[in-house]
């Protein structure tokens, strides 16, 4: 009896031993699926972000090149201002003046009308607009962007869009009243003689001189500050590449 009993313990623990073994391989089953999981997961994320640095360099460096078309926009803006702030100083000193009226005044009457335009190049920007702006990591540099596409450009192309109006509603209009166009051989090729010379001294002549300095002065200065607005966020986006390399 004592024997048959001991023989039954023993085929109890063996296969106590079996389920044991079944559990403990069951479970180690379940961690190396759960490990295959997590790491398969961290590969794929690994992937996205290394996908995300790639587009996120891509748009940087379009921007920069963007940017570096609109510096060259942007100091040829100020260039064209300054030569009408200058063509505006001659005409009022000539009107305070008793000199005989030349072609070379007639040209600087004729820049009055003209209109410097600053045309910016957003490819880069709507780019990163499409994709997501918070594809910028650097919180810094997301603002700076976000800051000079929606607020400074729109700034000054309000400005701008205000002196085109009056130059179009009232330096043109003055000028078609008043004078008559010739061409010219040089710089910029058209001129303008008065019809009346007695309009050369006429005091509302001068307040259009005078306003259309005002203009140009005052859009010049905005285009200084966004001149420099440029070339800092410029600088920047190359700091971040040069860190991300």
Known sequence: MLFL???????????DNKVISYLLYAIGEIVLVVVGIL????????????????????????????????????????????????AD??????????????????TFVYLMELNPHFNPIKGGYQLLQSKGIDLISNDSLRSSINRYYEQSIPYYEKYGNERLGVVLQEF??????NFYLVS????????????DFKILKDMKWLSMI?????????QSEIASGLEEEIIELKN??????????
């Open 89 to 106: 100083s001659a005409l009022q000193a000539f009107f305070y003046s008793d000199e005989t009226f030349t072609d070379s005044l007639g």
């Open 210 to 218: 005078q306003s259309s300095a005002r203009l140009a002065e005052v």
């Open 39 to 86: 790491i398969a997961v961290q590969i794929d994320d690994w992937n996205e972000n290394r996908k995300k640095s790639r587009l996120e360099r891509k748009i940087l460096t379009e921007i920069k090149a963007d940017l570096q078309n609109d510096l060259y926009e942007i100091h040829d803006e100020m260039v064209g201002y300054d030569v009408i702030q200058k």
């Open 172 to 177: 043109i209009s003055f000028n078609y009243q």
């Open 236 to 245: 920047h986006i190359s700091q971040e590449l040069k860190s991300q390399k």
């Open 184 to 195: 010219v051989p040089y710089f910029p090729g058209k001129s303008r003689m008065p019809i």
């Open 5 to 15: 009993l001991r023989n039954i313990r023993r085929k109890l623990i063996s296969k």
